[in-house]
């Protein structure tokens, strides 16, 4: 496996020099203040989008394959248990022999002890 050193992209240059521009205008000229905090929401929101967006390359290069051989995925579910999505789910899992992690919500877990014992299993 290579390491490779991680660089910051010209986005994210961008958008800390953009940042940094925002703090001296608001510092040397206070009546900037509301197009700088204006600027870095929008800045703000196209890092939020270029995150959630799968095939973004503005906060860098996407890894498409993990390195080795091993022909496997990592599956994770978030927000549960569901009383009634959460047995549907172990149902279809457990059928295809697939292991799964799940990141719970604690009080979802308090409400729903039998289905975490179920996922646990």
């Known amino acids: 496996m290579q390491n490779h050193k991680w660089q910051a992209s010209r ?3 961008a958008s800390a020099a953009l940042h940094a521009g925002a703090a001296a205008s608001a510092l040397a000229w206070p009546g900037t203040l509301e197009f700088g905090v204006a600027s870095l929401i929008a800045n703000h929101a196209v890092l ?3 995150g959630l967006w799968p095939r973004s390359s503005l906060l860098g290069p996407n890894v498409l394959r ?3 051989a091993r022909a496997e995925i990592a599956l994770t579910i978030d927000d549960g248990p569901d009383p009634e999505v959460t047995p549907r789910v172990l149902d279809i899992l457990a059928a295809k022999n697939i292991k799964a992690t799940f990141f719970c919500i604690a009080a979802n877990m308090q409400q729903h002890p039998a289905v975490v014992q179920r996922m646990i299993a």
């Open 66 to 68: 993990l390195p080795g």
């Open 11 to 13: 986005f994210l240059k």
């Open 48 to 50: 939020a989008a270029a």
